[in-house]
């Protein structure tokens, strides 16, 4: 018998999630009613482990915490492409939907990556078609992208469970879970309005960034009597401030950089100079070269204008994420199979100044990422809403499915 062509295997699949239509909506609805926390996504990642274990998936496995790997070993041997979604919620507790006990809601969409996680491997299980293709299809839904991890919680995990990143994915990759695999799809939720209507865009890439903590030190004064005799460490704190606002000058616009400031702590003793300052900069762009370039333009700013008055600085680097450029290979082929599922062209949305751990992955992975419509309001607000179920909880399992056919089809 002569096995089915790519575009059969596709019609199959896609047959089969709108025949299945309601049950996608029901699995969709589950997710954004349980919201979870970072490192606390434990309904989540157990829906997600029974789903790939109802479908006899291999691997079905629980990692960094509440994350969940599984494996669809296919016809026969081939390429390892994957799904890659993430867990959690954020802390918004005046949303409508979110958790009463928690104040966790799903206002930055990733239950819709959950869904789809799911629902590719429902899909390409269910349907039939993953027995004409060649290789593995490797699931990944990866916790607490959202950078919210309390202190003591990430504390424990260090402590008993060898945490090394409070990013699910940048633990998941010192753990060795995409060891192998070539490609990655990923989708989020679009915030649609009047400017943008369009179903889907390419996420072409964003900053990755880096958080560095800098202690101003003086020494304390009488303010009025002698004043000389101090160092005052706020001065040093506000010219450290000026030269930061020199540097932002410096910075290409096109390279998308950004210095972001906070000032979070000034000790003075009652009629005393100010002997201590703790200034917060994070610092962000495109690529890691450009970071690296502003990292060293920021200390030596903070370093040379706080020392020139005599303050001491002592500086703490605290990586963050890197930044993503998404994969042009695999996203022609993932905005191609969007394109014929939606009638519409996929444009390309330019690099973002946002940052998400999924750029660690794609430094390893080759990653792409579709971002898809259906919502309203803005990401990470109380008016974050979902205006079309069928875009948001359909959509990202046949885009992915009918793209992993390309990838995996064997002649
Ligand atoms: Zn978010």
Known sequence: MKSPDKAQLKAAALDYIQKHRQAYLDLGRDFYRHPELAFRETYTAQRL??????????????TAHTGVTARLPLGRPGRNFGVIAELDALYLPNHPDADTATGAAHVCGHHIQTTALAGVARALKESGVAQFLAGTVSFFGCPAEEGSVPKELYDTLCREEGFHSASGKQEMLARGCFAGVEGLLSTHALINDSKVTQPALLSAGCDGYNRWVFDIRGRTAHPTMDPSKGI???????????????????????DYSIILTAMDEIVQAPGAIPDYVRLRVTTKSKTPAILEEIDGKVCRAVQGAAGSIGCQVDCE????????????????????????????AVPVRPHGYYSNDLGDVSK????????????????????????????????PSKMMTCTLIDLLYAE
């Open 232 to 254: 005052n460490a706020l001065n040093g704190a506000v010219l450290a401030l000026h030269a930061l606002q020199c540097v932002r000058e410096s910075l290409a616009l096109d």
């Open 317 to 344: 680097k605290i990586p963050g994420y890197q930044s993503f450029i998404a994969d042009e290979a695999l996203s022609r082929v993932y905005m191609d199979n969007c394109q014929a599922i939606t009638g519409t």
């Open 364 to 395: 390893q992975v080759p990653t792409s990422q579709i971002v898809v419509g259906g919502f309203s309001g803005a990401l990470h607000s109380e008016r974050f809403r979902i205006e079309d179920e069928e875009m948001a909880y359909l959509l």
């Open 49 to 62: 482990l029974d789903e790939f274990s109802a479908l006899g998936l291999a691997e079905v496995t629980r």
